[in-house]
């Protein structure tokens, strides 16, 4: 019998350790449909099993800023496949490289690299066209032409950057003897049509200045409005800063200087030339008008006195703009008291008296200025003066220019006159002749929207004088009862729009 026993602990054994795995597992399954359904009810996202992803399928590389007739397209692209075997490369460009580029495509990197013209073209449907939502990468990393990369560290650690400040840039310099970069603050008015550029003591600014490498997030691309335009990364920044969108310059992150190139004195030039097309375009595109650089130089992209106006015929004494929520651009703004001045001179010179009128003398009330959002320059003159001024006698029967290139001519909405900025920039100045009858200064009949109207003699004598666009013009007297008499109480501190009541503003 002992012996027997003996024999069969064994399967005792086995028949226990069956049981114990039998429980173990029962109860792992158990607890796992338990914590299914709590998941469930508490609406838990399954937790992740993906790998962590390599940065070649994190970011897409795209060469954006190189230049067709010279350029190093070819080793900047084969840096980064070299360094990443499987990165996508996207080479954009608006018009077919030419020379071509002389990038092999083999079984090795064809998936890898891709060419992009971004230009319409007359049998390519819009669908077929590359677009941002082409980008199936989270980060695109913008490559100027002529850049190597030598470490993957310095894009992981632009990576590392963006993903503890998301929704924004991140920069790292391309390392040459002659490029630093510098931050800038860039303010936009779009209402008064405007750039300014400031330099700041910081790494986190709007813009970036000097050569450097660009990685944001590719839903951030998405928000911009032509993510692609050129000169770059110009455009970039303008787009960006617009929707308050910040730039990290980070430290510890360079990628090299590529083969140099326009190192000839002509290749330079024409390459200043080229850029400045493209910024005149670009600030086009957008309606800046006016740029002051991080220097105090201002640039002017808007009219001149060789083009037109930057607004048409004018209805209701309401210019397009307005109805835009946009002031009077500056350039027009510029033109208009070029203008004043001009004409200021000549009355004095010709010893007609005038005095500033309406709306203009409203802005020289309230700050020695046109107003922000006016088209024209109101002047009145004692009728009886007119031929002491031979531009005004020439006037009276054609249009005349003068010495100056500026346009004199007989209003066709009554019996007034104009002075125009130039034949071609028809900005101008009103010219409104007044008489004295009855102790009221008198006009004949004019176009009733405007606010010239009579008033008592009384206001001209004597005339003061008062600061308008850098110099001091003649005035009625008691400006405030005189505004008060044409435009009302409390004109001065809370002035309107000429036809306010046309306008729609939240």
């Known amino acids: 019998m002992r012996l027997r026993s003996f024999k069969s602990f064994p399967f005792l054994i086995i028949l226990i350790i069956i049981k114990i795995l039998t429980f173990y597992y029962a109860s792992r399954l158990f607890s796992g449909l338990i914590q299914t359904n709590i998941e469930d009810k508490l609406m838990l996202p399954p937790v992740s099993k993906s790998p962590k992803k390599h940065l070649s399928e994190l970011v897409t590389v795209i060469i954006r800023d190189f230049e067709l007739h010279e350029n190093d397209v070819t080793l900047t692209s084969y840096s980064f496949i070299n360094t990443f075997a499987t990165m996508h490369v996207v080479i954009m460009y608006d018009e077919l490289p030419y020379p071509p580029l002389d990038v092999t495509l083999t079984n090795n990197t064809l998936p890898y690299i891709k060419f992009v013209k971004l230009s319409p073209e007359l049998k390519t449907s819009y669908i077929d066209q590359y677009s941002v939502s082409d980008i199936r990468s989270k980060y695109v990393l913008f490559v100027p032409d002529s850049t190597r990369i030598t470490s993957r560290q310095s894009l992981q650690s632009m990576v590392n ?94 990628f090299h200087e590529g083969k140099p190139i ?11 030339q ?88 409203l802005g020289a009330m309230r700050n020695g200025d046109i107003l922000p959002w006016d088209h024209d320059v109101d002047v ?50 009103n010219l409104f002749p007044f008489y004295s009858k009855n102790g009221t200064m008198s006009k004949d009949s004019w176009y009733t929207s405007h606010k010239n109207m009579e008033f008592p003699e009384h206001f001209l004598h004597p005339m003061s004088s008062i600061d308008f666009i ?34 729609k503003f939240p």
């Not at 004409?343 to 709306?359: C, K, M, N, P, V």
């Not at 020439?394 to 125009?420: C, Q």
């Open 161 to 254: 950057a963006i993903v503890k400040f998301p929704r924004s840039i991140v920069v790292a310099a391309v390392k040459n003897n002659k490029n630093t970069l510098e931050c800038l603050r860039m303010s936009i008015n779009i209402r008064e049509w405007t750039l300014k550029y400031d330099l700041m003591k910081s790494m986190v600014c709007d813009a970036v200045s000097g050569k450097h490498v660009i990685l944001l997030e590719t839903t951030t691309l998405r928000m911009l409005s032509n993510a692609f335009l050129m000169p770059f990364p110009h455009s970039l920044y303008l787009q960006t800063a617009a929707l308050k969108i910040k730039v990290n310059i980070i430290k510890g992150a360079f």
């Open 262 to 272: 326009f190192r000839s004195h002509h290749a330079q030039w024409r390459q200043n």
């Open 274 to 361: 080229v850029q400045a097309e493209r910024l005149k375009q670009l600030y086009n595109t957008f309606k800046i008008k006016q740029v002051v650089r991080e220097t105090g130089i201002t640039e002017w992209y808007g009219c001149t006195k060789e083009t037109s106006r930057c607004f048409g015929t004018i209805l209701d004494s309401m210019p397009s703009y307005l109805y835009e929520k946009k002031w009077t651009p500056p350039c027009c703004l510029s033109n208009l008291r070029k203008t004043a001045k001009h004409l200021f001179s000549i009355l004095d010179e010709t010893g007609i008296r005038y005095w500033l009128e309406a709306g203009s003398l």
């Open 380 to 429: 009145g003159f004692i009728r009886e003066d007119q031929d002491r001024c031979s531009w005004l006698k020439m006037a009276k029967t054609k249009p005349v220019i003068d010495s100056k290139g500026f346009l004199w001519e007989k209003a066709t909405e009554g019996n007034f006159y104009r002075v125009h900025f130039s034949k071609t920039n028809r900005i101008f100045v």
């Open 470 to 503: 850098g110099r001091t013009v003649p005035s009625p007297n008691n400006i405030r009862d005189f505004l008060e008499l044409k435009f009302g109480k409390g004109s001065i501190e809370t002035p309107e729009y000429p036809n306010p009541r046309k306008l």
